[in-house]
């Protein structure tokens, strides 16, 4: 009986192992943007903000920018805002849900659209007076390059 219970034990065990090194890979394959607050001169850290991207198309999309394949759009990105630090982005008490992140886009979005020091100075607020539903499109963040870590 004693045998079944340590079979059964070391088996739920080793799942577990293998379900937590499928989610390392899935963060391991992630690409990282740093976006600088542009209001005519960009400005860089501390304002630099980085984002994880998950999606290989939107990486991609974000690289053809970078080598002016494509244009710069008005919207940097749209994400979910997150409070805490994330360990890429270690300079804010805040993130974005890689999950949530969307292409960027020329569309035009009023209630949505602050600086990231806006954002962090009423992160208290965020999905509730700022950012309805926790959705973010910074207009005055533009894509600067890739980090590499």
């Not at 059964?8 to 607050?37: C, H, P, W």
Request: charged share 20%.
């Amino acid at each position: 009986m004693i045998k079944r219970t340590t079979r059964g034990a070391v088996r739920t065990l080793l799942a577990a192992t293998l379900l937590a090194g499928a989610g390392m890979a899935e963060a391991a394959g992630a690409r990282y943007f740093s976006f600088i607050n542009y209001a005519g001169e960009p400005t860089y850290a501390p304002n630099e903000f980085v984002v994880e991207v998950r999606d290989p198309a939107l990486a991609e999309r974000y690289s053809q920018i970078l080598r002016n394949i494509e244009k710069q759009p008005h919207v940097a990105f749209i994400a979910n805002v997150l409070p805490g630090r994330a360990p890429y982005n270690e300079a804010w008490a805040f993130h974005v849900d890689p999950a949530s992140l969307k292409p960027p886009t020329d569309a035009s979005f009023h209630e949505c659209s602050l600086s990231a020091e806006d954002v962090e100075e009423n992160l208290w607020a965020v999905g509730d007076q700022i950012l309805p539903g926790r959705m973010w499109c910074p207009w005055t963040m533009r894509l600067s390059r890739e980090v590499k870590r």
